[in-house]
């Protein structure tokens, strides 16, 4: 909790002391949402801090007397908060009058955690394969989830388990089942390929300015310091651009 003081009264001038009738309350930090300062445009040491919780509960406090210059720096500086992007209006805004903090929680007590939080590990390969039968059915599929849910996915076994979070296979698919899967949406593909190949001239330069141009740029900006599209000329790019272009 952070303590702060508001008060009302006539003008200071002439080094006079702030009102005697100040009133004291808290806010808790680890309740906020956002932080945004208004400067008053003749001092910019003046104006108001709205401060925004996560239920969307607003606090206005008014600095009469100046210290925002100084509150914008210590919110500059506090690892938990990040000035937001300027929309495109308060850019041209020189000096801004206004800036937004969101204050970024890096962890949760436990009271607002869940009970099960940190009762699992990473499903694992092994685990994985724990949960099949004989015939490759997946069972167990609420704890799966569960397990997935609060820990997450070994890396090395991400592509084995995904598809069928993402419903391209059944739980209770077979090994023969997903073989028969496979099979058919490659074909598919191999058919949609075949399409945009056969494209003539003016259906290619349509293609081009709708899609391929938009798919060209994304697939440069892929995240290359992942180790499977690190490099240049990387094979794997170009067929993520493929599939791309496909779809």
């Known amino acids: 909790n952070r303590t702060a003081s508001s008060g009302s009264g006539g003008s200071n001038s002439g080094g006079d002391a702030l009102p005697r009738d100040v009133s004291t309350f808290t806010i808790d930090l680890g309740q906020m949402r956002s932080v945004k300062v208004f400067f008053n445009m003749d001092d910019r040491t003046s104006g108001q801090l709205v401060v925004a919780s996560a239920n969307k509960q607003f606090r206005v406090l008014h600095f009469h007397h100046g210290g925002l210059p100084g509150l914008q720096k210590a919110l500059d500086d506090w690892p938990m908060s990040s000035q937001a992007v300027r929309r495109n209006e308060e850019v041209s805004e020189s000096p801004p009058r206004s800036i937004t903090f969101n204050i970024c929680r890096t962890h949760l007590d436990e ?29 167990n599929e609420p704890l799966i989830r569960k397990i997935i849910f609060f820990g997450g996915i070994t890396p090395d076994a991400r592509r084995i388990v995904w598809p069928f979070l993402l419903n391209y296979y059944a739980f209770d698919s077979t090994h023969e089942e997903r073989a028969a899967i496979r099979d058919d949406y490659r074909t598919v593909y191999q058919a949609m390929k075949k399409k945009r190949e056969a494209m003539d001239s003016a259906e290619r330069q349509q293609f081009w300015q709708k899609v391929q141009c938009t798919v060209e740029k994304d697939v440069v900006r892929t995240d290359r310091s992942q180790l499977f599209f690190a490099g240049e000329k990387n094979p794997n790019t170009a067929m993520l651009q493929e599939i791309l272009l496909c779809y």
């Open 111 to 139: 009271d607002g955690c869940h009970p099960e939080e940190g009762m699992y590990c990473a499903l694992t390969l092994d685990a994985w394969f724990g949960f099949m039968d004989p015939d490759g059915r997946v069972t």
